[in-house]
């Protein structure tokens, strides 16, 4: 066996010229602060919308104490008393003299005159399949004679 003297071939390069090891150490660096940075600005980002959350949930609160107050005074003023005393002393009302009854010379009418919202659904009339047989066997009879 002969042995040939040739240099040694460098073994290939992945990325085509070798790369010194303080470019591959500035790349790292670089991925590291960029990783770095995306983090703290979703960590920022979560921070203010719990800011704006705990906002609008105070603000609900407050809204809804509101609400609760207006109820309340809407109670207190659509009481019985309130109104026959503020009927009386600040509109100068008085209770009814005398009675007035009217009679009416009219039968009363055969079905109660409501809006129809409020009236009760009608059923509505089935119709028949032909001959008694389902929809789907009419279509089968018709394709096949």
Known sequence: MAALHR???PAPRIF???RSGRLVLYVVAAIVVA???LQVNQFSRLTSTGYQIESLKRE???KL???HKLEADVASLSSLARVDLVARIELGMLPAQRRL???VNQAVPERQTLPTRFLPDEP???TPAQDGKPFWKRAIDWLIP
């Open 16 to 18: 085509g010229k070798a």
């Open 35 to 37: 990783v770095a940075l």
């Open 65 to 67: 104490a509101a609400n």
């Open 101 to 103: 009854y009217i009679d």
């Open 60 to 62: 609900r609160d407050v």
């Open 7 to 9: 240099p040694a071939m």
């Open 124 to 126: 509505q009339a089935e």
